[in-house]
């Protein structure tokens, strides 16, 4: 008899959406079932920011991004 090792199931990878706003609202996505809406600044060093309930990344597009006023 042989022992089979099951490969453990990686963590499905947090979304990453691609946005053009410096400043940006997360809640999660999932209407009821998501997390309180949150707002993150992304900071203009790195380009992105991950949102600290659901991982979510947000990655600003240079090209066409702008401030909000």
Do not use: N, Q
């Amino acid at each position: 008899m042989t022992a089979t090792a099951s490969k453990p199931e990686a963590p499905e990878a947090p979304e990453t959406e691609v946005v053009t706003s410096w400043k940006i609202a997360c809640d999660g996505g999932e209407g009821g079932l998501g997390h309180p809406r949150v707002w993150l600044a992304i900071p203009r060093d790195t380009g992105f920011v991950e949102c600290g309930y659901c991982d979510k990344k947000y990655v600003i597009d240079r090209a066409r991004a702008h401030d909000d006023h």
